[in-house]
T-cell receptor, first 115, second 120 residues
């Protein structure tokens, strides 16, 4: 069975500091993709970063980086230099080659950035 | 870039009535679209897979007669909540993968803006 686990219901971080949001996954499909989305209170799903199972290097997108440890089946999101606007829900998600593009989501982490 | 548009963003309806939510792919043809539901403070849960020209595939526990899905064209999928009840109040959001893309390859799965449904 495919599963995404996010064990941090809520996280606090001081403005301008870095924060790591944890995500572990489980799948038997050797080909998969891991996503992180940001969901503000408006509800929209904002794509942040993607890591493919065969990618050799960790993905980076601006202040976002993904710490991909394949053997541990973890794909933690690192946000550097946190900003007040980063306060939101963050979801880790996975899709596999066997799916048609549907995403399996974790329960999410609510990040609060303190001034 | 590819965009998925969802309408309406907000809808309030009376208990017992039906409400339709539209999901459109604006600059690509979406043979497959997905409908998710998100209850307050919970994660997104897949409700059904919408396939152009064929019947939708529903996840276990989702009533197909209550949540009617129509994917009559390559750019439009609709979700109709029939005989809505207050417990159907939720956030509904659609997504569409870009056809031909490597599954999960980067930003190739697009979400609509979502629809907040309140049944009173």
């Amino acid at each position: 069975a495919q599963k995404i686990t996010q064990t941090q219901p809520g996280m606090f971080v001081q403005e301008k500091e870095a924060v790591t949001l944890d995500c572990t996954y489980d799948t038997s499909d050797p080909s998969y993709g891991l996503f992180w989305y940001k969901q503000p209170s408006s509800g929209e799903m904002i794509f942040l970063i993607y890591q493919g199972s065969y990618d050799q290097q960790n993905a980076t997108e601006g202040r976002y980086s993904l710490n991909f440890q394949k053997a541990r089946k973890s794909a933690n999101l690192v946000i550097s230099a946190s900003q007040l606007g980063d306060s939101a829900m963050y979801f880790c998600a996975m899709t596999t080659r066997g799916s048609q593009g549907n995403l399996i989501f974790g329960k999410g982490t609510k990040l609060s950035v303190k001034p | 870039g590819a965009v998925v548009s969802q309408h309406p963003s907000w809808v309030i309806c009376k208990s017992g009535t039906s409400v339709k939510i539209e999901c459109r792919s604006l600059d690509f043809q979406a043979t497959t679209m997905f409908w998710y539901r998100q209850f307050p403070k919970q994660s997104l849960m897949l409700m059904a897979t919408s396939n152009e020209g064929s019947k939708a595939t529903y996840e276990q526990g989702v009533e197909k007669d209550k949540f009617l899905i129509n994917h009559a064209s390559l750019t439009l999928s609709t979700l109709t909540v029939t005989s809505a009840h207050p417990e159907d109040s939720s956030f509904y959001i659609c997504s569409a993968p870009v056809p031909g893309s490597v599954p999960g390859s980067g930003n190739t799965i697009y979400f609509g803006e979502g629809s907040w449904l309140t049944v009173v």
